[in-house]
């Protein structure tokens, strides 16, 4: 009986654990019973249901608005808050991106007199709301938000006298215009107020209610100083005044604004010192001051609270703060292109991510701590008069991708410590009096993209383990250019399947050309040696190299007939040699330059094969191939990165409160496409999904998407661009479609193109992260009504960098077509370095389930090739169209349509003579100078060959380019 007694009270005990859980889970289902219930909206009242039909019947005519729940407060983007009668009333309305036009739906709107929230942003109003701000409407008075963000609205900034309580107030990136000064001064309980990206003029406005939390103005036309007043608004957490014509000395007050947290005064005429007060502003995260005209010295201590700081670009000078570099948490110091001097700061913070002090006149080496900034990832030192040794110390920044010190004065031989840098892409080292061999340890990294030693004394012989690259790698540039190298080039140097450009011009090479790399596509360029035997007839094969440059050599033998065969070839240098027999007959576009091989006949007898004296010909191809060569450095910059070894799905929910617990939960996948350490520490998908949700977060909005800022947990920021993939052009429920081609893309990178570093997806969307670079379009700065006149300088290199990313996109393996290349599309990292955006649309549309309608899927109206009419179908000619009417935008200073005329047909009806072409130049740039006059004419011709009517007699986009440079070299001639 002993024995049972203990299994009688287990099984009793058993029994007893049965009873709780049943009389948990009765409870658990009672309380989830009663919580639904309670979480039922009430009815809405009867009044209120009327609207609210009313207007459903005024959306659902231009959008799919599921209001088929016989409760109002239901329907998306309602809601509804319960009245002391158990009777609700609506209180949010949210139709954001619904495809709206028709202003009239404001009028029903008015009659929801409970209305506190009112979103209507991403939508197009054709007709004019401004009856709305003025006109009696009892809605207004209890409005607390209101978001017309993005609606194409084009009227006069108004008078807000009727709407007592609002708070939020976010009218960015329409054409509200006038003088902003006077019409914020009835809003007492404002908090913030968003007019970025508007055609505002006059002084920065001051009268808004001293509440104001957050103020951005940016890129607009508001002129003169920063007013006084502005120091008034104390609770002041963001202040956004960049991108505007704002000038004179900036008031050092900021003391009175502690709470404020990002400042942002960047591209302005701004001048005078850095104000002192900047430093002791305890909340400041985030201080951008660039491309101004500051000068004098920079503060000590400005970095003490800030993390990230940027006075790029300015006319600051003296000695660099021994403590601007030391506070932990900083992350980002870029002082680019000043006039700073003195030595690097030697006291580094570990948690530094990027360096940029490019472009000065610093002086002394390399401190040995560099070794402490272990997070360091972009170190630019390039452009000053540094000397010394490269320390070894930097092999301790093993998370360095970019390292650049070139046009220096370091001296002696790299340290094997650089092979520590495993996750390095790019290496730029030229133009310094750096010797030694060149180091083995080199083609060993495992990232590196491009490596540029140009312009040193390196001697020695190429490494035999220049082969080895291929293994683990895709190095796509590499430049050993004026060294003094010597002995042979290896057989191996044909392993590297990546290389689109290779130098190895004035060295001491010997022997014969072996085998090269198939994928060689911009410049080859083994001038300036001693090799000898035969030109090999397998260089035939590189059919995608633009410029092949042999001379000053001792080779021999005839000129192969294969190199006829090459489509690509653009420019062909063999001035110099030994070279014998009858030169092949060569198609016109290929300029052949043969001066110094005097048994070399062009098959009539002669000798004398070029009308070009001979050397000083041969001296200016040489100009013209390094020319291009820098130029194309950034052509494919990262145009093979290593294939994607991993993603990043999201397994987890950061602990941030539910909202943004909702938000990731609405996810599919997340992944990262790229494999740069930086971005994959750095892109966080709950806050990139955070900062969708958020319309204040909206920068531009294209034809086919939005794009976002995103500021990750480590302070970097983002761009998230959201494609409406339930659209009836695109490929409906194929988010598998969608992933693979963002994947594919993501495998291409070029400086002058937005590459996906990482995308989201989800049941309705896909949305996609890049490097936030937005400084505006090309369409803001030509078109959107600024006072200053962009100078053809800039408006060249916007041309020639758009050219570059198209030809790469065209030149790839399998090329890449633009659905919408216009103005609006092409996004400015600087006033002269554009990126081509939306490149992926055009893998994701479906053409078949368009409505037919011509621009529905062709892109913007101006830029459509006149043969889409009858094709229906994107071709690379129809992208040299679009660009050709980009370039004549950059020529003329007009829309692609003025007046219902196209522009392509304007220009093409003025180019019959030169007096009527000088008629198509944009007069306030072509009377600058008789150079850029000159320069705009050579230009003019190579956008009125793009727009030509015929496909076939556009060019290709490697022939536009190569047009494009030498039009520059004209010029500088």
Not at 603 to 612: Q, S
């Amino acid at each position: 009986m002993g024995e049972r007694r203990p299994c009688y009270c287990r099984n009793n005990g058993f029994l007893l654990l049965l009873v709780l859980v049943f009389f948990s889970l009765f409870l658990f289902l009672d309380s989830s019973m009663a919580a639904t219930a309670a979480s039922a909206p009430a009815p809405l009242n009867t009044t209120q249901v009327s609207i609210m039909k009313e207007l459903s019947d005024l959306v659902t005519a231009s959008a799919r608005w599921n209001t088929s729940d016989s409760n109002p407060c239901r329907w998306d983007g309602v809601s509804c808050s319960s009245s002391s009668n158990s009777i609700s009333v609506v209180t949010n309305l949210t139709l954001s991106g619904y495809g709206l036009s028709n202003s009239t739906i404001f009028a029903t709107i008015c009659s929801l007199e409970t209305l506190q929230i009112l979103d209507l942003s991403k939508n197009s109003f054709t007709n004019s709301v401004e009856q709305f701000f003025t006109s009696s409407c009892s809605m207004k008075a209890g409005l607390r938000s209101l978001n017309l963000s993005s609606s194409q609205l084009s009227m006069p900034l108004s008078n807000f006298s009727g709407f007592p309580l609002l708070e939020v107030l976010d009218l960015s990136f329409n054409s509200f215009s006038g003088d902003a000064s006077t019409q914020l001064n009835s809003l007492p309980k404002l908090r913030s107020l968003n007019l970025s990206n508007n055609n505002l003029v006059g002084d920065v406005p001051t009268s808004m209610a001293p509440s104001l939390e957050e103020l951005v103005l940016s890129i607009n036309n508001f002129s003169g100083s920063i007013p006084i007043a502005l120091f008034n608004y104390q609770n002041l957490t963001m202040l956004d005044l960049s991108q505007n014509n704002l000038n004179g000395d900036v008031p050092d007050e900021f003391l009175k604004l502690p709470k404020l947290r990002t400042l942002l005064l960047s591209g302005n005429q701004l001048s005078g010192n850095i104000p002192v007060s900047v430093s002791n502003v305890a909340s400041l995260a985030r201080f951008a001051a660039n491309q101004n005209n500051f000068t004098g010295f920079i503060p000590r201590g400005i970095t003490k609270n800030v993390r990230m700081l940027d006075l790029s670009y300015n006319n600051l000078s003296g000695v660099i703060p021994s403590d601007i570099l030391t506070p932990v948490g900083l992350w980002t110091v870029d002082l680019t292109r000043n006039k700073l001097e003195g030595p690097i700061p030697s006291s580094l913070s570990p948690t530094l991510n990027r360096l940029r002090l490019g472009d000065n006149s610093l002086s002394g080496t390399i401190p040995a701590t560099i070794g402490d900034a272990l997070a360091l990832a972009y170190l630019e030192l390039d452009s000053n008069q540094l000397t010394g040794s490269i320390p070894s110390e930097l092999g301790k920044c093993k998370n360095l991708s970019l390292l650049n010190l070139a046009s220096n004065k370091f001296q002696g031989p790299v340290p094997d410590a650089i092979s520590n840098l495993d996750k390095l892409v790019v290496l730029k080292l030229q133009m310094n009096n750096l010797t030694g061999p060149i180091p083995s340890v080199f083609f060993g990294l495992a990232s590196l993209s491009t490596m540029n030693l140009s312009q040193n004394s390196f001697t020695g012989e190429l490494p035999s383990e220049i082969g080895e690259l291929s293994k683990q790698t895709k190095l796509s540039v590499l430049n050993l250019q004026g060294n003094k190298i010597s002995g042979s080039i290896p057989n191996s140097i044909s392993l590297l399947t990546s290389l689109i450009e290779l130098s190895l011009g004035n060295n001491s090479l010997t022997g014969t050309i072996p085998m090269m790399p198939a994928k060689l596509s911009a410049v080859l360029n083994l001038s300036h040696n001693h090799l000898s035997g035969f030109i090999p007839s397998n260089i035939g094969s590189l059919s995608d190299l633009e410029v092949l440059d042999l001379s000053y050599n001792d080779l021999s033998g005839e000129v192969p007939a294969s190199l006829v065969n090459m489509p690509s070839l653009t420019q062909l240098v063999l001035s110099y040699n030994h070279l014998s027999g009858t030169i092949p007959k060569f198609p016109q576009h290929v300029d052949v330059t043969t001066d110094g091989n005097p048994d070399l006949t062009n098959g009539t007898g002669n000798n004398d094969n070029t009308p070009t004296s001979g050397k000083r010909r041969t001296q200016n191809t040489v100009i013209i191939v390094v020319a291009i060569t820098g130029a194309l450095v950034g052509l494919c910059l990262f145009a093979a990165i290593v294939t994607i070894s991993y993603s990043k799905r999201i397994y987890r929910v950061e602990d941030e409160g539910p909202s943004t617990e909702e938000v990731v939960a609405r996810i599919i996948n997340g992944h990262l496409v790229t494999v740069n350490s930086i971005h994959t520490s750095a892109i966080d998908f709950s806050k990139a999904m955070e900062a969708v949700s958020n319309h204040s977060n909206i920068f531009l909005k294209t034809r086919f998407c939005t794009y976002y800022k995103a500021v990750m947990p480590n302070g970097s920021t983002y761009s998230v661009k959201q494609i409406n993939c339930s659209d009836k052009i695109f490929q409906i429920g194929s988010q598998g479609k969608v992933a693979h081609e963002l994947e594919v893309l993501g495998k291409l990178s070029n400086s002058n193109v937005m590459v996906p570093l990482a995308y989201v997806l989800t049941e309705d969307n896909a949305y996609i992260i890049y490097e936030y670079v937005h400084k505006g379009t090309v369409f803001d700065f030509l078109h959107a009504g600024r006072s200053d006149v962009l100078d053809w300088p800039s408006r060249y290199s916007i041309a020639f960098g758009l050219a570059q990313g198209l030809t790469f996109l065209h030149g790839c393996t399998q090329p890449v077509l633009l659905l919408d290349l216009s103005t609006r599309t092409v996004h400015l990292k600087s006033m002269n370095e554009p990126q081509i955006g939306d490149v992926e649309l055009y893998k994701i549309v479906d053409t078949l389930k368009s409505s037919g309608s011509l621009s529905t899927i062709a892109g913007t109206v101006g830029y459509i090739p006149p043969e889409y009419a009858y094709t229906m179908r994107l071709t690379m000619a129809g992208n040299v169209y679009s660009f050709g009417v980009i370039l004549l935008e950059l020529l003329t200073g007009k829309p692609s349509v003025s007046d219902g005329i196209e522009l392509a047909k304007w220009a093409l009806s003025l180019s019959g003579s030169p007096d009527q072409r000088e008629q198509i130049l944009d007069t306030r740039v072509s009377r600058t100078s008789a150079a850029v006059h000159s320069q705009m004419l050579s230009v003019l011709n190579i956008a009125l060959a793009c727009v030509a009517l015929s496909p076939d007699a556009r060019p290709k986009m490697r022939s536009v380019l190569r047009m494009l440079f030498n039009a520059n070299i004209n010029k500088s001639h």
